[in-house]
């Protein structure tokens, strides 16, 4: 019967619910990260893409000024110049907003490794305390099974003791 109640024990580790609490965790920072990194990326498109068009727009200016420029031509060369300052300064606004992408891109790394130690700690615990519940269950069932074993060398000898006993 004691026996029977060991084969039926199962491991219940007390902290669980904590396990499946930084397994979220985990998760949810491993989504935060992804998008972070998403972010940086789409940033840095844009930053290439207006790197791209203000080059582009410096190369047909300097194609006009080389072709010779009339009066009506520099009025048009000053409102390129103009455009030009314009697409720089956004070009430099772009730079600060990925620079800011990927210092919360760095950031979330760092929540998403503290995540995952956090969760593997536990992990770990669960382990080490699984292996010592098998040995307290393994520890018990030799013992059981060593009861067992005096009972029927008890009663064995009993038994002999008896014949002796009859037989006299």
Known sequence: ???????NKKFEYNLDSVLRVRNIRKKQEEEQFNKAQLRLREEKRKEEELKDFQKQKYNELREMMEAGSTIENFQHVLLRKSHLELLKEKVDGQEKIREEAEEKRDDQRVKLVAAVKNEKIIEKDKENKKEVWKKVLAKEQTKSLDDIATIGYIR???EVIEDKGAAE
């Open 1 to 7: 019967m004691a026996q029977q109640e060991h084969k």
């Open 156 to 158: 064995r000898k009993r």
